[in-house]
T-cell receptor, first 113, second 113 residues
C-alpha cells in the first residue's frame, strides 16, 4: 500500500539556522502533499501544502519543494526560532481521486536559543 | 474552537468494557476520518467516510467499529480492547471532492488497562 518515509526523525538546530525535512512517497498517483506542525499536547495544524502541478511553494520562512519524478518533497524552514520547536509531519494523498492522507512518522525539531 | 470537536478528551477503560468515541464537525465538510497516533509511529489511517468513498484500513482490528450517521458526526465504537490500543485517537474532517484541507480535532487520549 501507500507509504510515506520521513527523515530525519529528530533534528536539532540553533536559532537562526535553517532546517530541512525530507519525505518520499510510493504512490505515483498522489497529487497533494501537505505539512503539519504538532506542538506538544495539541492537534496537528496545516502549515503549508503543495499540489503536483507545482514544484515549489513559499510562505514567509517556510517553503516546500516537490520532485514528482523522484517522488520526494521537502520542507525548508529558514531563520528558525524557538517557537518552531514541534513535531512536523509530511503527508501524501491516497491516490489521485481519494480524500485521505497517509502520514510520515514525524520529525521532532528542536530549536535552541 | 477549530470546528472539529472530539469527546471525551480522556478515556480509561478496562479490556472488557465497551465505549464509544465521538467526533462532530461544524465546518460543512463532506469527509471525516479516524487516525490513531502512537508514540514513535506515523499517524495511522483507520477509517474514511466521504461522499465518494468509505475506506477501511484492513490492518485495523474488528474491535474498532466506525459509525457515520451523517456528514457531521463520526463515532468509533470500542470493545474488548488490548493494552496496545492505548493511543491518541484523532478525528479529522475535510471538504472532500478533491479538496484535502484537513482540520483535526483535539483527540481522545485512550488508556486501556
Amino acid at each position: 500500500g501507500e507509504n510515506v518515509e520521513q527523515h530525519p526523525s529528530t533534528l536539532s538546530v540553533q536559532e537562526g539556522d535553517s532546517a530541512v525535512i525530507k519525505c518520499t512517497y510510493s504512490d505515483s498517483a498522489s497529487n497533494y502533499f501537505p505539512w503539519y506542525k504538532q506542538e506538544l499536547g495539541k492537534r496537528p495544524q496545516l502549515i503549508i501544502d503543495i499540489r503536483s502541478n507545482v514544484g515549489e511553494k513559499k510562505d514567509q520562512r517556510i517553503a516546500v519543494t516537490l520532485n514528482k519524478t523522484a517522488k520526494h518533497f521537502s520542507l525548508h524552514i529558514t531563520e528558525t526560532q524557538p517557537e518552531d520547536s514541534a513535531v512536523y509531519f509530511c503527508a501524501a494523498s491516497l491516490g489521485q481521486a481519494g480524500t485521505a492522507l497517509i502520514f510520515g512518522k514525524g520529525t521532532t525539531l528542536s530549536v535552541s536559543s | 474552537e477549530t470546528g472539529v470537536t472530539q469527546t471525551p478528551r480522556h478515556l480509561v477503560m478496562g479490556m472488557t468494557n465497551k465505549k464509544s468515541l465521538k467526533c462532530e464537525q461544524h465546518l460543512g465538510h463532506n469527509a471525516m476520518y479516524w487516525y490513531k497516533q502512537s508514540a514513535k509511529k506515523p499517524l495511522e489511517l483507520m477509517f474514511v467516510y466521504s461522499l465518494e468513498e468509505r475506506v477501511e484500513n484492513n490492518s485495523v482490528p474488528s474491535r474498532f467499529s466506525p459509525e457515520c450517521p451523517n456528514s457531521s458526526h463520526l463515532f468509533l465504537h470500542l470493545h474488548t480492547l488490548q493494552p496496545e490500543d492505548s493511543a491518541l485517537y484523532l478525528c479529522a474532517s475535510s471538504p472532500g471532492q478533491g479538496s484535502y484541507g484537513y482540520t483535526f480535532g483535539s483527540g481522545t487520549r485512550l488508556t486501556v488497562v
